[in-house]
């Protein structure tokens, strides 16, 4: 194993043991767990030569040979060598450049480039990330190593690593998306914070519509802002549709009014009404943070019927607390929780079963009445009703918290160590 750093500037040794200029630079082929070398860039008296690998015979000490510390020796002369054509990528270009850490969840920056032999080949096995990487390579280390010992190397598996290179002028990832979509939206949305505008819209445009919108919805303000200045119009409303309507309504909010009409024009009817309805309320009250996905329950079915009810509509388990009792005219009968479901004779009609003195609130209700109300009674969710006693949403606690919470806080990030990374993602040299 060897460090690029303790590569560069070396000699380039031919086989009668001329030195024909220093190590510039290594370019390489990316592959899954590793990426292979494919040539050396030497800068020699006449200029810039690229060589490619299958000249290389060996790197360091040639054969006890005393000249020359470390260099890099060919298997032939230099009036027997071929150039290189291709157009590979930089290893110089990585240096201090910043990498999606996969495993880690995280942006990190590249401070040296752990090098060795693969079967029969000379690949990247890892990039050394920690405060010893970077002294290393300005050789700090060479003349105070005695003086840094508690320094560690900390190498990230190139398997775990996704570059963020540059390709015609363009942004791309690599071909490892699978990893990057398995990560959970918080995650991503954590890490958007430390990429550039190209580079967040770049990680959006490679997951499915679920996902992104999942992500866009945990990102921050500022995060979102930029995010849609580099989509089309049509891709936002895609995005919004895979929202719930008080979330696409959140999302709106940062946008011009110009743009929101325009989006909204490209919706669903219904989806856009609802969101319209929404826009329309104060922010600061409960119309504003309801969430218009719950369910509803008539008050005749029996306690199985609401059981196959449950089955056939399959919400999403974070999402059930209550059901909602209504008549005939959709009024609000009561509420039964679905741990009171589960207990219930299967034969039970709900109407029986249901707590009818429930807390609620109505459209216009300040949000802080709505948090105290929901932490004094200790409950999960709170319904909305119109002046009519109809149901209109539901204000869910993280719904309530997430209103009250100042953006300082918000913004704060989660420290990598509260996150459970897979052991071999720790790896160290």
Request: charged letters at 30%; proline letters at 4%; a positive charge.
């Amino acid at each position: 194993m060897v460090y690029y750093s303790q590569l560069i500037g070396k000699p380039v040794i031919a086989k009668d043991f001329k030195v024909i200029g220093r190590l510039k630079d290594l370019t390489f082929i990316d592959g899954y767990k590793y990426a292979r070398i494919s040539a050396i860039i030497c800068k020699t008296k006449t200029g810039i030569r690229k060589i490619p690998w299958k000249y290389v015979i060996e790197l360091g000490d040639k054969i006890n040979d005393t000249r020359f510390k470390v260099g890099v020796y060919l298997n032939v002369e230099e009036n027997e060598l071929g150039y290189s054509k291709k157009e590979d990528l930089s290893l110089n270009s990585l240096l201090d450049r910043q990498l999606l850490d996969v495993d880690g969840a995280r942006i990190i920056r590249v401070n040296d480039i752990l090098l060795g032999a693969v079967e029969d080949k000379f690949c990247v096995v890892g990039v050394d990330i920690s405060a010893k990487g970077i002294s290393r390579r300005l050789g700090f280390l060479r003349y105070f190593g005695e003086l840094l010992p508690i320094l560690e190397e900390h190498i990230v598996p190139w398997e775990y690593v996704e570059p963020l290179h540059k390709q015609t002028g363009e942004l791309h990832l690599k071909c490892k998306m699978d990893r990057l979509v398995n990560l959970h939206p918080a995650d991503l949305a954590d890490m958007m914070h430390d990429l550039s505008a190209d580079q967040r819209v770049l990680i959006f445009d490679s997951l499915d519509r679920k996902k992104a919108a999942e992500t866009l919805i945990l990102s921050q303000p500022e995060v979102r802002k930029s995010v849609f200045k580099g989509m089309s119009i049509k891709r936002i409303a895609e995005l919004l549709g895979n929202m719930s309507y008080h979330e696409a309504a959140t999302i709106l909010t940062l946008m011009p009014s110009i743009e929101n009409e325009e989006i909204l024009r490209l919706m669903r009817k219904e989806s856009a009404e609802n969101i319209k309805k929404i826009l329309s309320y104060d922010r600061r009250s409960a119309g504003a943070i309801m969430s218009t996905e719950f369910l509803t329950i008539p008050d005749y079915f029996t306690v199985r019927q609401v059981i196959a009810f449950l089955r056939k509509k399959m919400p999403s388990p974070n999402r059930i607390h209550y059901f909602y009792v209504k008549n005939r005219d959709n009024g609000l009968m009561g509420v039964i929780s679905l741990r009171d479901i589960v207990l219930a004779n299967p034969r039970a009609k709900v109407i029986s079963l249901i707590k009818k003195n429930i807390i609620t609130v109505r459209i216009n209700t300040p949000v802080e009445e709505v948090f105290n109300l929901m932490n004094k009674y200790k409950l999960l969710a709170l319904p909305v009703l119109s002046n009519e006693g109809k149901i209109l949403g539901v204000i869910r606690m993280s719904n309530a918290l997430n209103a009250l919470i100042p953006q300082s806080v918000k913004r704060q990030r989660i420290p990598n160590r509260y996150k459970k990374k897979k052991q071999n993602g720790k790896n160290k040299s």
